[in-house]
T-cell receptor
Framework: GNSVTQMEGPVTLSEEAFLTINCTYT??????LFWYVQYPGEGLQLLLK?????DKGSNKGFEATYRKETTSFHLEKGSVQVSDSAVYFC??????????FGKGNQVVVIP | GAGVSQSPSNKVTEKGKDVELRCDPI?????LYWYRQSLGQGLEFLIY????????KSGLPSDRFSAERTGGSVSTLTIQRTQQEDSAVYLC????????????FGPGTRLTVT
């Protein structure tokens, strides 16, 4: 069926390191793809999105490119800050009036 | 402007009791969603309201769960005869319309069933 898969486990890295969080999806057709972020004690916020193949979503230094050939939407940031510590969720919208989310990745940035 | 608000922020209840969770969407948003966030299952869709149309209830896990939306605005999610596996964070979201519009999430209600 349709699903979103994120890499397992939390991610711990030092300030100014490069961050990658993998996300792949299974679906027929071309769903819209999203990254949501949940900062400690706050609700989910949309970080970025891409609605068609080869689109690149970007926000706050984060980027993700919609790769149809690999059915992926990996999140990257070149130099993370302590304030980027949060849980990141990859999500897919596929025309059925709902978002399907990955399990989420806890990112901890150490000063 | 005001975002999506939910109440209560935390709720502890005894197994077997009924609970009601409230969501106030962003003014003017016609679409409203409920999701559940739990450790084992991640984020799951529960129910979707769009305007005056019949809601999409396909994500509700059992007939103990129900939801209504009055006047196209405030929504209440009701869980009857709560069970321990109902413990989770219940998230509400709203968007301008159904479809591919951005969903804005509330802070959630943390439900603990003892």
């Amino acid at each position: 069926g349709n699903s979103v898969t994120q890499m397992e486990g939390p991610v711990t890295l030092s300030e100014e390191a490069f961050l990658t969080i993998n996300c792949t999806y299974t679906a027929t057709g071309y769903p819209s793809l999203f990254w949501y972020v949940q900062y400690p004690g706050e609700g989910l916020q949309l970080l970025l999105k891409a609605t068609k193949a080869d689109d690149k979503g970007s926000n706050k230094g984060f980027e993700a490119t919609y790769r149809k050939e690999t059915t992926s939407f990996h999140l990257e940031k070149g130099s993370v800050q302590v304030s980027d510590s949060a849980v990141y969720f990859c999500a897919r919208y596929y025309g059925n009036n709902r978002l399907a989310f990955g399990k989420g990745n806890q990112v901890v940035v150490i000063p | 402007g005001a975002g999506v608000s939910q109440s209560p922020s935390n709720k502890v209840t005894e197994k077997g009791k009924d609970v009601e969770l409230r969501c106030d969407p962003i003014s003017g948003h016609t679409a409203l969603y409920w999701y559940r966030q739990s450790l084992g299952q991640g984020l799951e869709f529960l129910i979707y309201f769009q305007g005056n149309s019949a809601p999409d209830k396909s994500g509700l896990p059992s007939d103990r769960f129900s939801a209504e939306r009055t006047g196209g605005s405030v929504s209440t999610l009701t869980i009857q005869r709560t069970q321990q596996e109902d413990s989770a964070v219940y998230l509400c979201a709203s968007s301008l319309s159904g479809g591919n519009y951005e969903q804005y999430f509330g802070p959630g209600t943390r439900l603990t069933v003892t």
